[in-house]
């Protein structure tokens, strides 16, 4: 577990991944990380209260935090971390509805990491596994979609494995499936 108050590493990593494939791919060329940063946490915060406000309680959180540890860099850095937060906004208020340009089917399972981000730690600290933070997800996922892989034995075990490649892929480890090894 992560000390009080601190954004675990996956989550940062979960961040990463979001800004690199869903928003505004384009405007990030060229741009320093500073910027492109700025530019996904302010595109974020202009599509936050289209949601469940609960949810959103944890992405507020994660903005805040890095808004407020941009204040604290050379001038330059944050120059550019604000630049790109302005025209995040400015994006993100521009959007019709909460999906963004290029988003791609591993966006809704990042989201609901970040939004549960709580409930994930919990179960990562007491040795869940990922076949419990699939059951976890899906309770969070649009109710047909959730019914459609819940129902089929095939989509739900595709959608494990999915969900066990994304959680390497971030850093998030969860305890192998089966009995505990012997110590």
């Known amino acids: 577990m992560e000390p009080e108050g601190e954004i675990p590493g996956w989550l940062e990593n979960v961040s990463e991944e979001l800004r690199k494939q869903a928003f505004f791919p384009s405007v990030h060329a060229r741009k320093s990380n500073a910027f492109k940063v700025g530019f996904w946490l302010g595109h974020g915060l202009a599509v936050l209260g289209r949601g469940n406000v609960e949810e959103e309680d944890a992405e507020l959180q994660m903005i805040a935090k890095v808004t407020a540890g941009a204040c604290h860099k050379p001038a330059t850095q944050a120059l550019e971390y604000f630049r790109g937060f302005a025209l995040g906004l400015e994006k993100g208020l521009e959007c019709p509805e909460i999906e963004v340009a ?49 129902e089929n034995a095939l989509l739900n075990d595709a959608f494990v494995r999915r969900l066990r490649k994304i959680c390497q892929r971030i850093g998030l480890v969860m305890a192998s499936r089966g009995r505990p090894r012997r110590k």
Not at 126 to 142: I, N, Q, S, V, Y
């Open 102 to 150: 290029g988003e791609t089917p591993t966006f809704g399972i990042y989201m609901q990491l970040v939004r549960n981000f709580t409930r994930v730690e919990e179960l990562r600290g007491r040795g869940g596994t990922a076949r419990e933070l699939a059951d976890l997800l899906l309770t969070k996922m649009p109710a047909a979609q959730a019914r459609r892989i819940g």
